[in-house]
DNA sequence: TTGGCAATCTGTAACGTTTCAGTATATTGC
DNA sequence: GCAATATACTGAAACGTTACAGATTGCCAA
């Protein structure tokens, strides 16, 4: 049996949600009618219109989703697209926070699509193109030359990427000018009379290591200070194997005296090992950090603080995917944060 | 104009994704035997049925989730509805991902939905299920007396609370032992020879709060220790005020020579706040901390840890909404995670 | 032979929406 | 005064799925 009343069309019960059909039985109109007033369209009269959206509002109307999806392939819906096992957690939850905020003013609704243990990030993103499960997807951890970025572009599915591509295709994107903060950090770091610096990188094969790489090599010939290589980890790399990297290498001779590190559980990291090694922060080395929720300071105040807000990644990259899907050009809808300045929570005189 | 191809029913070109009709062409059967057939009905014919199912998966056949919708009413939809602002990060993205990796091996999709700024909690719920939007929820930040719970069950919608309530009405839920933590926390640091004891708690209303209070106040009693009441604070405060009013208890006379905490933030708070007053962590005080993610050793390694699995927490409530929409008792859809040891990470002669 | 029945399979309708191709009525041009 | 036209509205069809109520076939008992 159907598990719908039985009574085909009883418009008197008002436990049911009212459809189209409920509207045009209140207002005496067709359904067609209906639904051409609730969008506003032209060739319907302004007394009709205004009276439809009345009734509509009055009764708490609301189009059902699935009939809008069914009948137009338009889902309401914006993917956010996550690797489950390597992004690091905090981040996370301050992107969908962002993009949450966003969508809450709009009939869209976010879903998350996880992509897990080593499979093919350009897998999920498949499955949303071909299963047309949403009308915009937003990706992370974007590479130089990404396949998912390809892909989409390919079919013509609205997007927007967490970090730029460099492949000569054009699309919207927001990104964290890291080149920036490398550039501001070792400054900031040359100016306390730091000479020998290393940079704890963002995970290899991700676009924004390579920004955050050349920041860091011209400000270091900017300031003539010399790199100590430190490339055996990054910070995708776990707790543990940070550490113990870090203490080896502040055990050799020639050890750097300062730090660039792109995050901050990767600098907690970072600290351990200094201390394991028997060195003190502040007085034989100093870091410039990034952070992205405010609690380095609390850890140790010697440390120097660059905030990124992912928040706002969310929010921007949102507004990107929804503006392609409105209709905006992509190449409008790519925008870069730049860092705010280096903080510092203890005075060095201290 | 339709935005499709306008030849209506081209079962040749093999770009548009396949639908029943597609397959009862290649098949040769109705729509209707298609249908039933993937779904193992027992009134086709057993070489139909695994011919069918070849053919659906040589193809790719993917049912289209809108048409099931629209004719079943079914979502295949779990909604992890998350509070905007209060819920602290890291914690948010780790259910998340425990959510996910259940789903994953399922057809339903994760959509969270968000509620913000001093909106009631119920607005998001009623929304979910006025617009039948979902087939099942997750919901955090429980109450003895929670109108959303009460509110699911009122309208037969199946649920999962993070945390239990305590209404007398049964459903399903995961939930941390706080009570046992809080035990073992005031055991450990008796049994260092703390007396004077403080409890950084719970948000006020949530249930874990009580929990936890009841488990310090028991096992106070137990070891024959007293509380330093510290109640103008809990883990929902922010960072500042938990710090100031940590330093202000720990500048009066009376001040407590052990923590326990509910949060690791919360906790990193704590400490500063302990020494802006000019005490040290290990020898004027101890604490033991609740973290999620193991980052807190590495902040002071003095700190005494009790890991929460939230990762766990949402695989686990995932579970126990598909069991509930699957027709198990709700009753029998409830866990309780019991708290691992005390972690040390420094000896105490060291 | 015929009636009954089990085993398979099928057509139709409906879920709620939007688009297409109208229809009916009033208004204008000449 | 009459056709042409603009204005306001409407029914039918379709999107993909499932439930219901048949339809067809073969087989067996009487």
Redesign the interface.
């Known amino acids: 049996m159907d598990?719908?009343r039985t009574e085909k069309n009883d418009e008197t019960s008002a436990k049911e949600?009212p459809t189209l059909k409920t509207l045009a039985f209140m207002t005496g109109l067709g359904v067609t009618t209906v639904s051409r007033a609730l969008k506003d369209a032209p060739e319907i009269g302004a007394e009709t219109r205004r009276r439809v959206q009345l009734v509509a509002k009055q009764i708490?109307y609301?189009p059902?989703?699935?009939?809008v999806?069914?009948r137009?392939?338009r889902?309401n819906?914006i993917s956010l697209v996550?690797n489950?096992?390597r992004?690091i957690?905090?981040f996370?939850?301050?992107i969908?926070?962002g993009v949450?905020?966003v969508l809450?003013d709009t009939p869209y609704?976010?879903?998350?699509?996880?992509y897990?243990r080593s499979q093919d990030p350009l897998d999920p993103i498949r499955y949303l193109v071909?299963?047309?499960?949403a009308d915009g997807v937003i990706i992370s951890r974007t590479q130089p030359n990404d396949a998912r970025a390809r892909y989409m572009l390919e079919h013509g599915i609205p997007f927007a990427t967490h970090g730029r591509t460099d492949m000569g295709l054009v699309h919207p994107y927001h990104d964290f000018d890291n080149h920036a903060f490398a550039v501001e950090a070792v400054r900031r770091l040359a100016g306390m009379g730091r000479r020998k610096l290393a940079l704890l990188t963002p995970p290899v094969g991700l676009t924004y290591h390579g920004h955050t790489v050349n920041g860091f090599a011209d400000a270091l010939s900017e300031v003539g200070a010399t790199e100590i290589p430190f490339s055996t980890v990054s910070i995708d790399h776990s707790?543990e194997q940070i550490?113990t990297r870090t203490a080896q290498l502040m055990r050799r001779d020639v050890r750097p005296d300062g730090f660039v590190s792109s995050a901050a559980?990767a600098t907690?990291?970072l600290?351990?090992g200094i201390e394991d090694a028997g060195l003190k922060l502040g007085r034989d080395v100093d870091i410039v950090s990034k952070q992205s929720?405010?609690?380095l300071h609390?850890?140790r105040p010697e440390l120097l603080i660059v905030n990124e807000n992912f928040r706002l990644a969310g929010s921007e990259l949102a507004r990107s995917v929804l503006g392609w899907i409105g209709g905006a050009a992509p190449g409008s809808l790519q925008s870069l944060s730049v860092p705010g300045e280096v903080l510092a929570y203890k005075r060095s005189t201290d």
Do not use: K, Q
Not at 64 to 67: D, E, F, P, T
Not at 109 to 114: E, G, Q, R, S, Y
């Open positions: 598990r719908r949600r708490g609301r059902n989703r699935a009939g999806r069914l137009t392939g889902t819906v996550l489950t096992e992004e957690m905090s996370v939850s301050d969908i926070y949450s905020e809450a609704h976010l879903i998350v699509t996880p897990s071909e299963t047309g499960s707790i550490r559980a907690l990291a600290v351990a929720s405010d609690l609390l850890f």
